[in-house]
């Protein structure tokens, strides 16, 4: 596996603001996702993380509200724009490793908890 | 698109009794199925997985079961613990790289 992390892990946010969400892998990785989390809730996908180019959201997710950026092979950010309350949430990053055994597994993040007043 | 059903959404076990979670998917060409365990206030941490060559798959206290041809597949814990409380997701996995999870299961186990 690798040591992926996130930050912040938590924050309280005043709505139409906006907040960016760092994650950091310590080894090279094939591909990156950010996913959203509502309290009790699954998992939903929001988008994959494309290096050097724009990411590739779910239905339901824009590029407006939801801006994504990955520089490099290691690092990718979300922002989280405008916000209301109903953006409150826990947001994950996701992985999938370069050279692991399992081209299809994926590791995820410990979290941003995000709060909107 | 890939639909995965879990069941139950809670499950309440004594100590040292088995847990069995399951799930149903609705994409035959799924063929990788990712089971995730998140405690409170941490990310989903991946416990074991299966694969569709596969029918079943065993690590310590921990076993999956996959039927393809029903498209079902489960969890199985063994000897359950107080440390094993925590949500479990189940995950179907198709060819087009995107993982979709089921609703979830809250795990608590009696001491």
């Known amino acids: 596996s690798a040591v992926i992390s996130q930050k912040p892990s938590r924050d309280i946010c005043q709505r139409g603001t906006s907040l960016t969400i760092q994650c950091q892998v310590d080894?090279?990785?094939?591909?990156m996702f950010w996913y959203r989390q509502q309290p009790g809730q699954s998992l939903t996908l929001i988008a994959t993380?494309?290096?050097?180019?724009?990411?590739?959201?779910e239905s339901g997710f824009v590029i407006d509200k939801f801006p994504i950026s990955r520089p490099n092979l290691t690092f990718s950010t979300l922002t989280v724009s405008n916000m209301s309350p109903e953006d409150s949430s826990i947001y994950l990053c996701?992985?999938?490793?370069?050279?692991?055994?399992?081209?299809?597994?994926?590791?995820f993040g410990p979290g941003t908890r995000l709060t909107v007043l | 698109g890939e639909n995965v059903e879990q069941h139950p959404s809670t499950l309440s076990v004594q100590e040292g009794d088995s847990a069995v979670i399951k799930c149903t998917y609705s994409d035959s060409a799924s063929n990788y199925f990712p089971w995730y365990k998140q405690e409170l206030g941490k990310g989903p941490q991946l416990i074991i997985d299966i694969r569709s060559n596969v029918g079943e798959k065993k690590d310590q206290r921990i076993a999956v079961t996959l039927n393809k041809t029903a498209k079902h597949f489960s969890l199985h814990i063994t000897e359950t613990q107080p440390e094993d409380s925590a949500v479990y997701f189940c995950?179907?996995?198709?060819?087009?790289?995107?993982?979709?999870f089921g609703g979830g299961t809250r795990l608590m186990v009696k001491p």
């Open positions: 993380a494309n290096q050097g180019s724009e990411a590739t959201y």
């Open positions: 080894s090279q990785v094939t591909m």
């Open positions: 995950a179907s996995h198709n060819a087009g790289n995107m993982l979709t």
């Open positions: 996701s992985v999938v490793l370069r050279g692991g055994r399992k081209a299809d597994t994926q590791y």
